[in-house]
């Protein structure tokens, strides 16, 4: 793994359904850079676009610019964010485990579980997120986290995040331009499995890459891919490189 003694760019954290930025607690990112690693604490799905932009304009003025990692459903406002901020405030652009889209179908089960016990829809939410995982990340997991999750949520704001999975469709990722972009599926996610990764416009060649400097690649985990030492690897290798804009 490549030497990581003067990683100084911050990271900005936009947290995927059931989650908040607690979870980056079990990855190596938070070991790495310590304290640069921001989010925002409430629901993305119900946090203005405003208040990301001005968190991260505020972290690029003290810091430089961000590596924007949206994960799972935190990778659609990422993307979103992306294609409204100039470039000179993202260094990358990190989409994980994203699908390209939820019908009102995919979530009903979902949605009428969550009436009858929202823990017990999260819990085995959770599990299946770590199927593909060290059975040791799970058990820290359960140890440190869930509960916090599982009090932070209400019923209501469990089914916004939902709806709004379904009307946040990405069929496609067109990189934004001047924005190194990479996009990360795990080989095992039941969630957002690799065949339902959204298209790459332009397609990829055999080592991941296109034109326009995006970089796809299929990990071998579940759906929590910043948890791996496979991610880790592609993330030191992109924080290393020196372009911003390209």
Not at 127 to 149: M, P, Q, S, V, W
């Amino acid at each position: 793994m490549p030497d990581n003694s003067k990683l100084n760019t911050p990271i900005f954290f936009i947290s995927g359904w059931g989650f908040n930025s607690k979870i980056l607690e079990l990855s190596p990112l938070s070991f790495i850079l310590k304290d640069k690693v921001f989010s925002i604490d409430a629901p993305p799905w119900s946090t203005p676009i405003d208040r990301y932009i001005f968190f991260i304009k505020e972290i690029k003025r003290r810091f430089g610019p961000v590596h924007l990692i949206g994960w799972s459903l935190g990778a659609n406002i990422a993307l979103k964010l992306t294609s409204i901020m100039a470039c000179d405030s993202i260094k990358a652009l990190w989409l994980l485990a994203v699908r390209r889209g939820y019908t009102k179908e995919d979530v009903k089960g979902m949605v009428h579980g969550i009436k009858k016990d929202y823990r017990a829809v999260l819990r085995a939410f959770y599990r299946k997120c770590f199927k593909g995982h060290d059975i040791n990340d799970y058990r820290a997991f359960k140890d440190i986290i869930e509960d916090t999750l599982l009090e932070g949520f209400s019923q209501g704001s469990l089914i916004t995040g939902l709806n709004y999975l379904t009307t946040s469709s990405i069929p496609v990722i067109i990189p934004p331009i001047g924005v190194k972009t990479i996009v990360i599926n795990g080989r095992f996610d039941r969630i957002a499995p690799p065949s339902l990764a959204p298209e790459i416009a332009g397609g990829v060649n055999d080592r991941g890459y296109n034109d326009t400097f995006l970089y796809q690649k299929t990990l071998n985990c579940g759906h929590l891919p910043f948890l791996s030492r496979e991610f880790m690897e592609v993330f030191l290798r992109i924080e290393k490189a020196d372009t911003t804009c390209l």
